[in-house]
C-alpha cells in the first residue's frame, strides 16, 4: 500500500506535459513521437502539439493486471504492440506518464534503444532509465492520474469531525 497519494489534475498535467515539451524542444527536432499505451497518451498528444510533431505512434506493453483476490499483481512484460515506424529510435521521442520500478522502460528502451525516452513523472526506482523528465516523487507515492479518478463530493471538514465524535 502506497504511503502518499498525490493527485495530478487536467490543468496540472497539461502544465507539466508542456514543461516537458520546453525542455525537449532545443533537443529536436524529433521524427516522431512513441507514446507508452496508456499513460503516455495524453502527455504525447501534448507534447507533439507543442513540437509540432505530426507522426505519433504506440508500444503497447502490460505489466501488471488484476489478481484472484482483485489487488495489482506485477507480471513479466508483455509487449502487445510494438512501434512500428521508429525502427531503433533514432530521431524519435519515446513518451509515458511516468516511470516507476522500470519494468516498462526496460522493456520500452530494448526496442528502441536510440530514442529518447522522457516522462512527466519519475520515481527514484526508475528515472536513471530516462532520458528527461519533469517531477520526482517518492517511491511510496501513489500518483493519481484525472484520467483515473472522477470529481466527487467532499465532506466539509466540519461535518467529517462530527461524524467522527
Not at 512513441?34 to 498528444?45: D, E, S
Not at 507522426?55 to 512501434?83: F, H, M, N
Not at 525502427?87 to 522502460?105: C, K, Q, S
Request: charged share 20%; net charge negative; proline share 7%.
Amino acid at each position: 500500500m502506497p504511503a502518499h497519494y498525490y493527485t495530478v489534475t487536467w490543468d496540472q498535467l497539461h502544465r507539466d506535459a508542456r514543461a516537458l515539451a520546453w525542455r525537449l524542444i532545443d533537443l529536436g527536432p524529433f521524427n516522431g513521437i512513441v507514446a507508452i499505451t496508456r499513460g503516455g497518451l495524453i502527455p504525447a498528444a501534448i507534447i507533439a502539439r507543442e513540437l509540432e510533431a505530426r507522426l505519433v505512434e504506440t508500444v503497447s506493453v502490460v505489466t501488471y493486471g488484476r489478481g484472484a483476490a482483485g489487488e495489482t499483481e506485477i507480471g513479466a512484460p508483455q509487449v502487445l504492440k510494438p512501434p512500428v515506424a521508429a525502427g531503433d529510435g533514432e530521431g524519435f521521442l519515446l513518451i509515458d506518464d511516468l516511470v516507476d520500478t522500470g519494468t516498462t522502460a526496460r522493456v520500452v528502451r530494448s526496442l528502441l534503444p536510440k530514442a529518447h525516452f522522457a516522462t512527466v513523472y519519475a520515481k527514484p526506482a526508475g528515472k536513471q532509465l530516462v532520458d528527461t523528465f519533469i517531477t520526482e516523487v517518492s517511491q511510496n507515492t501513489w500518483i493519481l492520474f484525472p484520467w483515473d479518478t472522477e470529481p466527487q463530493f467532499a465532506v466539509p471538514l466540519a461535518k467529517r469531525e462530527k461524524q467522527a465524535s
